[in-house]
C-alpha cells in the first residue's frame, strides 16, 4: 500500500520546474515530512542511460512513437525502482516531468493517435496516477531564453529544446488542455512570477488539494 503522496511538475523548457521542486522539498522537509526529488526522463541509472540516447536525438529520426516507446521503458524502470518504494516508505515524491509530457509532446505535437498513447500510458504507469500535478505556465519565448541563459558555454540545444517556437507555442496549449481536462488532478501556476511568489502560489495548492496534518 503507498502511503506517501505523488506530485508532478510539468511545463514547457525554462519553465523553473526543478528550482521549484528543490524550494517545495525543502518546505516539506522542515516540517517533518521525508521527501525524494526526482525527475523524467531519468531518476534511475537505467531511466538516465535512456535520457542521454533520447535527449541527444539519436531516437529522433525512429519517430515520436519509438520516442514514446522510449520514455515509457525509462518510466517504467524509473517507477519500479524508485517511485513506488518511497511512496511505500511514506515518502513524498515530487518529480520534475510524467505521464503529461509524453501526452503533450509525442502525444499532442508527435501526433500519436490518443487510444494507443492511453493504452501504452496505462501499462507503463500500472495504476500509478499523480495525485497532484502542477502545471507551470510560461510564454516560450520567456522559457526558451532562460534555458538558453542556463546552458554551459558550448552547449548545444537537446532534441527539444531545438524544436521551433511554433511546436513550443503549440506545447503551452497542449498543457493547457490537460489541466482543463482534468482540474481534479491539475493547477495551473503562472510561471513568469518572481521564483518566491511561484513557490508559494504552488505550495498554497499543496494545502489545498493534499491536506497533511503536518502542512496544516
Ligand atoms: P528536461 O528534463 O531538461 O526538461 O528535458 C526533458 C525533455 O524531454 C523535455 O524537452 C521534455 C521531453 N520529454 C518528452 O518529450 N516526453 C516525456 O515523456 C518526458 C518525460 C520528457
Same mark, same amino acid.
Request: aromatic fraction near 4%; include cysteine; charge should be neutral.
Given at each position: 500500500?503507498?502511503?506517501?503522496?505523488?506530485?508532478?511538475?510539468?511545463?514547457?523548457?525554462?519553465?523553473?520546474?526543478?528550482?521549484?521542486?528543490?524550494?517545495?522539498?525543502?518546505?516539506?522537509?522542515?516540517?517533518?515530512?521525508?521527501?525524494?526529488?526526482?525527475?523524467?526522463?531519468?531518476?534511475?541509472?537505467?531511466?538516465?542511460?535512456?535520457?542521454?540516447?533520447?535527449?541527444?536525438?539519436?531516437?529522433?529520426?525512429?519517430?515520436?512513437?519509438?520516442?514514446?516507446?522510449?520514455?515509457?521503458?525509462?518510466?517504467?524502470?524509473?517507477?519500479?525502482?524508485?517511485?513506488?518504494?518511497?511512496?511505500?516508505?511514506?515518502?513524498?515524491?515530487?518529480?520534475?516531468?510524467?505521464?503529461?509530457?509524453?501526452?503533450?509532446?509525442?502525444?499532442?505535437?508527435?501526433?500519436?493517435? +490518443?487510444? %494507443? =498513447? &492511453?493504452?501504452?500510458?496505462?501499462?507503463? !504507469?500500472?495504476?500509478?496516477? $499523480?495525485?497532484?500535478? /502542477?502545471?507551470?505556465?510560461?510564454?516560450?519565448?520567456?522559457?526558451?531564453?532562460?534555458?538558453?541563459?542556463?546552458?554551459?558555454?558550448?552547449?548545444?540545444?537537446?532534441?527539444?529544446?531545438?524544436?521551433?517556437?511554433?511546436?513550443?507555442?503549440?506545447?503551452?496549449?497542449?498543457?493547457?488542455?490537460?489541466?482543463?481536462?482534468?482540474?481534479?488532478?491539475?493547477?495551473?501556476?503562472?510561471?513568469?512570477?518572481? +521564483?518566491? %511568489? =511561484? &513557490?508559494?502560489?504552488?505550495?498554497?495548492? !499543496?494545502?489545498?488539494?493534499? $491536506?497533511?496534518?503536518? /502542512?496544516?
Amino acid at each position: 500500500m503507498a502511503t506517501g503522496r505523488f506530485i508532478t511538475l510539468e511545463g514547457g523548457e525554462g519553465a523553473g520546474k526543478s528550482t521549484l521542486a528543490r524550494g517545495l522539498a525543502q518546505r516539506a522537509e522542515a516540517l517533518g515530512l521525508r521527501v525524494k526529488v526526482t525527475r523524467e526522463p531519468g531518476g534511475s541509472p537505467k531511466a538516465e542511460a535512456i535520457r542521454e540516447a533520447i535527449l541527444s536525438g539519436q531516437v529522433k529520426e525512429h519517430g515520436p512513437f519509438a520516442e514514446a516507446l522510449m520514455f515509457s521503458a525509462a518510466r517504467i524502470d524509473h517507477i519500479d525502482r524508485v517511485i513506488r518504494p518511497a511512496l511505500q516508505r511514506g515518502e513524498w515524491v515530487i518529480c520534475d516531468r510524467f505521464i503529461d509530457s509524453t501526452r503533450v509532446y509525442q502525444g499532442t505535437l508527435g501526433r500519436i493517435e +490518443p487510444g %494507443l =498513447l &492511453a493504452e501504452l500510458e496505462a501499462v507503463t !504507469i500500472d495504476g500509478l496516477m $499523480p495525485d497532484l500535478t /502542477l502545471i507551470l505556465d510560461l510564454d516560450p519565448e520567456v522559457g526558451l531564453a532562460r534555458a538558453a541563459r542556463r546552458r554551459a558555454p558550448g552547449e548545444g540545444t537537446d532534441r527539444f529544446e531545438s524544436e521551433t517556437l511554433a511546436f513550443h507555442r503549440k506545447l503551452r496549449k497542449a498543457y493547457l488542455a490537460v489541466a482543463e481536462g482534468e482540474p481534479q488532478r491539475c493547477v495551473v501556476l503562472d510561471a513568469g512570477q518572481p +521564483p518566491a %511568489l =511561484l &513557490a508559494q502560489a504552488a505550495w498554497n495548492a !499543496i494545502r489545498d488539494r493534499l $491536506p497533511a496534518p503536518q /502542512l496544516a
